[in-house]
């Protein structure tokens, strides 16, 4: 079974830093693509940031410049690290692979930002 387990959320104020990770299980992740997606309430899911399995990587163009994706095949895990963290910004975030055209998610993480 695949299983995708975030961690690192928490309330900070605008400006700080949060990283974000995202620990995996029953897939091949040195070859999985992974992401990131942001959730505020009342809002669609969209992506912030992906890396494939060859460390290329890509952002929404709201995050560029502030957040960086990066994975650790050792651990199996990836990570988001989000600087510069915005009021527009608290959200739950999401990892999220596929598997043979199968979307897996996390249960996601919170990200609370305060003025």
């Known amino acids: 079974q695949v299983y995708l387990t975030e961690s690192g959320g928490g309330s900070v104020q605008a400006g700080d830093s949060l990283r974000l990770s995202c620990r995996t299980s029953g897939i091949n992740f040195k070859i999985a693509r992974m992401s990131w997606y942001r959730q505020a309430p009342g809002k669609q899911r969209d992506l912030v940031a992906s890396?494939?399995?060859?460390?290329?990587?890509n952002y929404t163009d709201s995050v560029k410049g502030r957040f960086t994706i990066s994975k650790d095949n050792a651990w199996n895990t990836v990570f988001l690290q989000m600087n510069g963290l915005k009021l527009e910004y608290p959200a739950d975030y999401y990892c999220?692979?596929?598997?043979?055209?199968?979307?897996?998610w996390g249960r996601g993480t919170q990200v609370t930002v305060s003025s």
């Open positions: 890396i494939s399995s060859d460390g290329s990587t």
């Open positions: 999220q692979t596929s598997v043979k055209s199968r979307n897996f």
